[in-house]
């Protein structure tokens, strides 16, 4: 069995979970902000716990959102500068696919995440169909699936955030999980807010007879 | 041999480069967004976080076999931490500490101005102390640079920096973003330069008071009443040029008066005599002002040097170089260290 690496730093929390074939060494720590100082120092921790270095990972886990837009580039760029730097397969879930980890043998239910706004991140799973994940708000969620049972950091049911990066870990042996390049996924545009003050603008012609 | 691999995200260039304690620059690479943010008219932070993000990794790949470099080669490794765009600075940082924790190097947490007060220390031969004029998107300043790790502010802009001012005039006459770049060639073309100065008078804001701050927000709004007032449509040639060369010329006579006290301030700050100064930063591509400057320098016996232009924009060069000034000096960083958005260096009393 691989050294396995999971990261999760999307969630408002600084999550790792290292495993080699028996043993599997978890660190947690819930903050808002604070993973850039904590991140490696984790791993390097959960490494020591599990008697590997980090160079002895051979594959890594990580969660590329939606949540935090900081945190979702923090786990990313490690995971991605590791797998890059040492040639090792990269796996990557989206939070959703993450958190339905914890819903193993349920075909019907929707996750609920925090977006930081007056608005949350959702996805529904109909009959086990994964509907296409939006941002939407609480109220109108509740109305279109009155009964499906809501998982999420904002959701009735909570989860063991810290089981998470152990549930990653588990998936990866699997074999289910599918390697490759991993783009973050930020279910969201960035906010751009346009100048309002109007300026003359100038075509290219009249520029080259300018210069 | 030391080598450094040196890592710049702080606004909107990627960058990254190996360099060794012999000067020697072994692979270098920087991708501009420029292009992204053009239809903005400016750096949007959170795009240009996501535009790092997804460049870096493969760019470190990269520059390591360019410089057919095993990672295990490395002494160190030095990442910009701030000041700057903070989501582009945790990107390059923690790509940074992941390679040093993988392969047990020193990390090393660069301020990303204190880079570039070093880099003319990477091309030319410079000794401590020496007066430097970092000037750039955003950045305006004067200091004092008495080592790597004593490094004295003496004057800072207290409203726009430079290269701001000047992007900023440009955008007003209606020139495509950045547009700093074209107010030189325009101010070129000027034919009657008295005529220009005195059809567009300009304040000079904070001259002749005393210190070395710098201010350049009333000579935008000077500007911006001088070409928004005109009718609508493109502004006519001979009004460019005069209004580039009128902004350019005041912006020299502004920085003159305020070298002059930063270097009297500098040699009183100074224990040894100070001989050289250097300017750095973007806005040292503009010959006009460059040579302003030289000449003021010399007038005061100060030999004045800037790096290439290539060394002088944001750079992953400058970073692995001043990483290997601290490495060479003992000094590495832990890998908590956290990404600063605001450092100032020491401000002279």
């Known amino acids: 069995m691989k050294n396995i690496l999971a990261i999760e730093t999307a969630l408002e929390a600084c999550g790792v979970s290292v495993a080699t074939g028996d043993q599997c060494h978890t660190i947690f720590e819930p903050m808002k902000r604070g993973q850039t100082e904590r991140l490696i120092p984790m791993v390097m921790e959960a490494c020591e716990g599990v008697n590997i270095t980090l160079k002895d990972v051979e594959a890594v886990c990580v969660t590329r959102g939606p949540g935090s837009f900081t945190g979702v580039r923090v786990g990313l760029s490690v995971a991605r500068t590791l797998a890059n730097i040492r040639e090792i397969p990269l796996y990557g879930l989206t939070s959703f696919e993450a958190l339905s980890l914890f819903m193993e043998g349920k075909s019907s239910y929707g996750i609920v995440l925090e977006s930081k706004r007056t608005d949350v991140y959702f996805q529904a799973i109909v009959d086990g169909q994964a509907q296409e994940p939006c941002v939407t708000t609480y109220e109108s969620l509740l109305e279109t699936y009155p009964d499906l049972e809501l998982i999420g950091n904002v959701a009735p049911l909570q989860f063991d955030q810290k089981a998470l990066t152990v549930k990653m870990i588990e998936y990866v042996q699997s074999g289910q999980a599918e390697e490759g390049q991993i783009s973050p996924y930020y279910c969201r545009e960035a906010d751009i807010s346009a100048s309002k003050k109007k300026y003359r603008t100038m075509s290219s012609d009249v520029l080259d007879s300018l210069l | ?349």
């Not at chain 2, 005393?210 to 500007?223: E, V």
């Not at chain 2, 009128?246 to 502004?254: D, N, P, V």
């Open chain 2, 1 to 349: 041999m030391k080598i450094v691999l040196g890592i710049e995200t702080s606004c909107d260039e990627t960058a990254v480069a190996v360099v060794t304690n012999e000067k020697k620059i072994l692979s270098h690479q920087i991708f501009s967004q420029i292009n992204t943010h053009k239809k903005y008219g400016g750096v949007v932070p959170e795009i240009a976080a996501r535009n790092h993000l997804d460049r870096l990794d493969t760019m470190i790949v990269d520059v390591m076999k360019d410089a057919h470099l095993s990672y295990n080669a490395l002494s160190a490794i030095a990442t910009t931490t701030g000041p700057g765009l903070i989501g582009g600075v945790m990107v390059g940082m923690m790509a940074g500490k992941t390679i040093a924790a993988t392969y047990d190097k020193p990390f090393i947490a660069i301020n990303h101005l204190v880079a570039h007060v070093l880099t003319p220390r990477l091309t030319e031969n410079i000794k401590f102390p020496y007066l430097a004029l970092l000037v750039s998107g955003g950045h305006t300043q004067f200091l004092l640079i008495r080592d790597i790790d004593d490094m004295l502010e003496l004057g800072t802009t207290i409203d726009d920096a430079l290269g701001e001012a000047f992007d900023k005039t440009a955008k007003m006459m209606g020139l495509p973003y950045p547009g700093g770049p074209y107010i030189e060639q325009l101010a070129q073309k000027c034919r009657d330069p008295q005529k220009a100065i005195d059809t567009y008078p300009l304040p000079k804001p904070l001259y002749r008071r005393a210190g070395c701050d710098f201010s350049f927000s009333g000579l935008k709004t000077a500007i911006a009443k001088q070409v928004q007032s005109p009718p609508d449509g493109d502004i006519k040639p001979e009004d460019a040029h005069d209004i580039a060369h009128a902004f350019q010329h005041t912006i020299l006579e502004i920085i003159k008066d305020r070298l002059q006290n930063a270097i009297c301030l500098a040699q009183d700050l100074s224990q040894e005599k100070l001989t050289q100064m250097v300017i750095v930063g973007g806005v040292s591509a503009n010959r006009y002002l460059y040579n302003g400057i030289k000449d003021m320098a010399h007038t005061h016996t100060l030999e004045c040097l800037t790096p290439p232009l290539k060394l002088c924009t944001d750079n992953g060069a400058m970073i692995a170089w001043a990483g290997l000034e601290f490495l060479h000096k003992g000094i590495t960083h832990p890998l908590s260290f956290p990404a600063r958005p605001r450092w100032p260096l020491g401000r002279a009393q």
